[in-house]
């Protein structure tokens, strides 16, 4: 087969993510024409900044979700064709069997291994980690944020001289110190999920209750459904291997199959509980910002006056009140931790060395950028164009929320 030229590498591409192009007109399609009726995710559509952002987010979300479930990738991301290394885009295969794809889309890499696919995978690595982690830094910001503004005194003095001291380290200095071998291997990833995965079943244990608790007959049986679950994910999330610590050292309270059905990949579990960890005090901070000026509104004085309690107060008064510059955060906060995770990636810790994400495969391909482009400069403008995304999608946010 004949190399492929410009125009039919393009061509080729756009039709490969023909799934991805097809989500998009249908979601912005049933959007704009339900936008009225969606609160501030419809009047995003009013603004051409917020569309654009939120456009290169979903784009790179459908990308992901597609690569993983292999409707769009060209080739396995991890297998190496022989003849195939720093090939440059559009290169054929020298055998191709029955069903396999005949060309590297974005040529190969120092490894003989498709630029394309791992492109494509790489998204995926990205989607999955970033807004998990941000959810679980912004409950933890949360539980202790709300308490810490509305309560003030010894309480707020202390939680915010922990959040300070944290952020008082080089945010990749921190990382380079949770991530390294000798760290992990003294059980030190593990003890902080176990406390980091918490505040997600405090949260929803108070968010129901302080809403529930005159309603008794309803209360109790849905504090029992949810947490249940919620508790038997979090031992799915905190356990390896049937233990509840999992050393190369030590084993510590072993678990039941039915609690520990999946291991999370040990790099991986570092890599999220370092992001989350990192993210937390920022989120405290900024929470904790907020309540202490929403505290003073006539509408929490009413609260008080019914005789409603602290926490119902915090989280059904204080906390929706917030939305807006938290939902904003929410976004560059996502953002943030990308480029983290491309960061532990480029300098090969945490993620398995074969792991497609974007850090690991610019990391690769600058070896022999003076020579070869194709390599890294694929990943470092999906890294780019997503990051670009989630902060155009916070600019229109703001936008639209300052208009409530």
């Given at each position: 087969m004949e190399p492929l030229s410009t125009f039919e590498i393009i061509t080729r591409i756009l039709v490969q993510l023909s799934p991805v192009w097809i989500s998009l007109v249908l979601l912005y399609a049933l959007s704009i024409a339900f936008k009225r009726r969606l609160g501030l995710y419809g009047k995003l559509f009013d603004s051409p900044i917020g569309m654009i952002g939120f456009?290169?987010?979903?784009?790179?979300?459908?990308?992901?979700?597609?690569?993983?479930?292999?409707?769009?990738?060209?080739?396995?991301?991890?297998?190496?064709?022989?003849?195939?290394?720093?090939?440059?885009?559009?290169?054929?295969?020298?055998?191709?069997?029955?069903?396999?794809y005949g060309w590297y889309l974005l040529g190969g890499d120092n490894l003989a291994r498709d630029v394309f696919s791992r492109l494509i995978k790489g998204a995926w690595e990205v989607i999955k980690i970033a807004p998990l982690a941000a959810i679980f830094a912004f409950m933890v910001g949360i539980t202790l944020g709300l308490p810490a503004g509305y309560y003030g005194g010894k309480l707020d003095v202390f939680l915010s001289f922990l959040a300070n001291l944290i952020l008082a380290f080089p945010v990749i200095l921190l990382f380079y110190l949770l991530v390294t071998p000798e760290i992990v291997a003294t059980g030190v990833p593990n003890y902080m999920a176990i406390v980091l995965f918490v505040f997600p079943i405090i949260f929803l244990a108070v968010l129901l209750n302080s809403r529930y608790h005159t309603r008794p007959a309803l209360r109790t049986?849905?504090?029992?459904?949810?947490?249940?679950?919620?508790?038997?994910?979090?031992?799915q999330l905190v356990s390896s291997g049937g233990y509840l610590i999992n050393t190369p050292d030590f084993k510590i309270i072993g678990l039941p199959s039915v609690l520990d059905f999946f291991d999370i990949d040990p790099g991986l579990l570092v890599v999220f509980v370092s992001v989350v960890f990192v993210n937390s005090p920022t989120v405290f901070r900024i929470v904790r910002g907020l309540t202490m000026d929403i505290k003073t509104r006539d509408y929490v004085a009413a609260a008080q006056t019914r005789g409603e309690g602290p926490w119902y107060i915090m989280l059904w008064e204080i906390l929706p009140n917030a939305r807006g510059p938290l939902i904003v955060d929410f976004c560059l906060r996502i953002g943030y931790t990308i480029i983290l995770l491309g960061t532990l990636g480029f300098f090969g810790l945490g993620l398995a060395p074969e792991s497609p994400d974007w850090g690991s495969t610019i990391n690769d391909g600058r070896k022999l950028l003076s020579i070869y482009l194709h390599p890294a400069l694929p990943p470092a403008l999906a890294l780019l164009s997503l990051v670009l995304g989630l902060n155009l999608l916070a600019d229109g946010l703001r936008e639209e929320s300052l208009k409530d």
């Open positions: 456009g290169l987010v979903m784009f790179w979300v459908f990308t992901g979700i597609y690569g993983a479930l292999d409707m769009i990738v060209t080739h396995d991301a991890l297998s190496q064709v022989s003849g195939m290394k720093n090939k440059v885009p559009g290169t054929a295969l020298r055998s191709v069997e029955e069903g396999d049986p849905l504090l029992i459904g949810v947490l249940g679950f919620a508790t038997w994910m979090y031992l």
